[in-house]
């Protein structure tokens, strides 16, 4: 009964591929996110949705591109893969009402060789 | 913009000492202040937080205490273990907002 997950936990690719990372929650929660650590650790925000609809789009160049079929999934398509796209990749839910807690996913490491 | 600092980024302490991690916002209508702890490999996970309409709140050897005057909030583990080694991430969210500030993380080293 895995709250959030997330395909593949490990991508390894050559620079130029195009990736795709899916991630889905079963915690009936409205909010999902994507967040890109590097290797300092620091979390970035990526994007978030709410019931389908992108409500947060921080600088992050337009080859990665998010899709929400439905509020339990949230995916991420990378084209044209670069060096500095190697990181870990966390997707997380929240309930947009109420409680502020995040779940995070078990995250997917890629590598750009 | 909002922003949270954190310090310090690197924490060494010894076995039983008590750690304290200090975090300062900016965005004064954030109420809401989530601590999660990240283990080496692993996604992080919240440990404790606190509302804006409390000053303190402790669960077990972990407490969390918040000045919104100064808008200012730091985490006290006490008696620490080295299962406590790990990356800490305190966070700033407010009612109304889209996401969460996180600041930078401290590595906590705890020796046995």
């Known amino acids: 009964d895995t709250a959030v997950s997330q395909t593949p936990k490990y991508l390894v690719t050559q620079m130029g591929n195009d990736k795709s990372i899916k991630c889905e929650q079963n915690?009936?929660?409205?909010?999902m996110y994507w967040y890109k650590q590097d290797s300092k650790k620091f979390l970035k925000i990526m994007f978030s949705?709410?019931?389908?609809?992108?409500?947060i789009n921080e600088t992050v160049p337009n080859r990665f591109s998010p899709k929400s079929p439905d509020k339990a999934h949230l995916n991420l398509h990378i084209n044209s893969l670069e060096l500095g796209d190697s990181a870990v990749y966390f997707c997380a839910s929240s309930q947009l009402a109420g409680v502020r807690e995040q779940y995070f996913g078990p995250g997917t490491r890629l590598t750009v060789t | 913009g909002e922003n949270v600092e954190q310090h310090p980024s690197t924490l060494s302490v010894q076995e039983g000492d008590s750690a304290v991690i200090k975090c300062t916002y900016s965005?004064?209508?954030?109420?809401?202040f989530p601590w999660y702890k990240q283990e080496l490999g692993k996604r992080p996970q919240l440990i404790i937080d606190i509302r804006s309409n409390v000053g303190e709140k402790k669960d077990q050897r972990i407490a969390v205490t918040l000045n919104k005057t100064a808008k200012h909030f730091s985490l006290h583990i006490t008696e620490t273990q080295p299962e406590d080694s790990a990356v800490y991430f305190c966070a700033a969210w407010r009612t109304g907002g889209f996401k969460t500030i996180f600041g930078a993380g401290t590595r906590l080293f705890v020796k046995a």
């Open positions: 965005d004064s209508a954030s109420n809401y």
């Open positions: 949705y709410n019931n389908k609809e992108l409500i």
């Open positions: 915690l009936g929660h409205d909010t």
